[in-house]
């Protein structure tokens, strides 16, 4: 819960009327003083005592990426069949089902970008929830949480964002120059991301034309490169 994206997404669920509590292997700040000041409940490390103590009546279990098979809570949690999503799964379902969605990908730049196209749409007056990989100055933490169109720095699975509008404010694609498997991973990222786009929807591309021409070359002639 001590993740960006995981203390974002408890910090709206609380925000939304849900009681929230959560564990990390390691609990320290700035997330774990944000997330206290809400009155989130934290427990450090993964002891499957919880099940039996503070998550005894959890209506759903949200399981980061960090957590995987033989993680002694997530096999406590499997063996007694208790509910469980992972986070891009439950802030889909709860939250982007009927929102206008603006995501944010690429390689470089997605914070930035995402807490500027939030205050961007907060000063047109349409009250956007953003969530993004860092603490931003102004919200005192990594969430504005709004009431309409949310923009999210795109750090989880593509497939549930289904954003009305995607933008890429950069992405790296020469080989010879980037670690191995950056290209490949950043056009991976790019894809998925067009995708699982709404029908209508927007992708935009803020790089150089031969970036582009790496990317989109022979694929989905709908997107828009700028």
Same mark, same amino acid.
């Not at 504005?144 to 949310?150: E, H, N, S, T, V």
């Given at each position: 819960?001590?993740?960006?994206?995981?203390?974002?997404?408890?910090?709206?669920?609380?925000?939304?009327?849900?009681?929230?509590?959560?564990?990390?292997?390691?609990?320290?700040?700035?997330?774990?003083?944000?997330?206290?000041?809400?009155?989130?409940? $934290?427990?450090?490390?993964?002891?499957?005592?919880?099940?039996?103590?503070?998550?005894?009546?959890?209506?759903?279990?949200?399981?980061?990426?960090?957590?995987?098979?033989?993680?002694?809570?997530?096999?406590?949690?499997?063996?007694?069949?208790?509910?469980?999503?992972?986070?891009?799964?439950?802030?889909?379902?709860?939250?982007?089902?009927?929102?206008?969605?603006?995501?944010?990908?690429?390689?470089?730049?997605?914070?930035?970008?995402?807490?500027?196209?939030?205050?961007?749409?907060?000063?047109?007056?349409?009250?956007?929830?953003?969530?993004?990989?860092?603490?931003?100055?102004?919200?005192?933490?990594?969430?504005?949480?709004?009431?309409?169109?949310?923009?999210?720095?795109?750090?989880?699975?593509?497939?549930? $964002?289904?954003?009305?509008?995607?933008?890429?404010?950069?992405?790296?694609?020469?080989?010879?120059?980037?670690?191995?498997?950056?290209?490949?991973?950043?056009?991976?990222?790019?894809?998925?991301?067009?995708?699982?786009?709404?029908?209508?929807?927007?992708?935009?591309?803020?790089?150089?034309?031969?970036?582009?021409?790496?990317?989109?070359?022979?694929?989905?002639?709908?997107?828009?490169?700028?």
């Amino acid at each position: 819960i001590c993740g960006t994206f995981m203390g974002g997404l408890a910090a709206i669920a609380q925000a939304a009327g849900h009681r929230v509590t959560g564990c990390d292997a390691n609990v320290y700040p700035p997330m774990s003083t944000q997330l206290r000041a809400l009155g989130i409940g $934290l427990t450090e490390g993964w002891d499957p005592g919880q099940m039996e103590g503070v998550a005894a009546d959890a209506d759903v279990f949200v399981v980061g990426n960090v957590v995987s098979r033989g993680n002694p809570l997530l096999e406590a949690i499997l063996d007694a069949g208790r509910p469980y999503v992972s986070g891009p799964q439950w802030l889909s379902e709860n939250l982007l089902r009927d929102k206008w969605v603006l995501a944010v990908a690429g390689t470089h730049g997605k914070t930035t970008t995402t807490a500027m196209a939030t205050e961007v749409l907060a000063a047109g007056g349409m009250n956007p929830t953003g969530l993004v990989g860092g603490t931003v100055g102004g919200w005192e933490s990594n969430l504005r949480f709004g009431g309409a169109a949310p923009a999210l720095r795109a750090c989880c699975s593509r497939r549930h $964002l289904c954003p009305m509008f995607a933008l890429i404010p950069c992405a790296s694609a020469t080989p010879a120059t980037d670690a191995p498997g950056t290209s490949h991973a950043a056009t991976s990222c790019i894809f998925k991301l067009a995708e699982w786009r709404r029908r209508g929807s927007r992708l935009t591309l803020l790089t150089s034309s031969m970036v582009s021409t790496y990317f989109f070359s022979g694929h989905h002639p709908s997107l828009f490169a700028h």
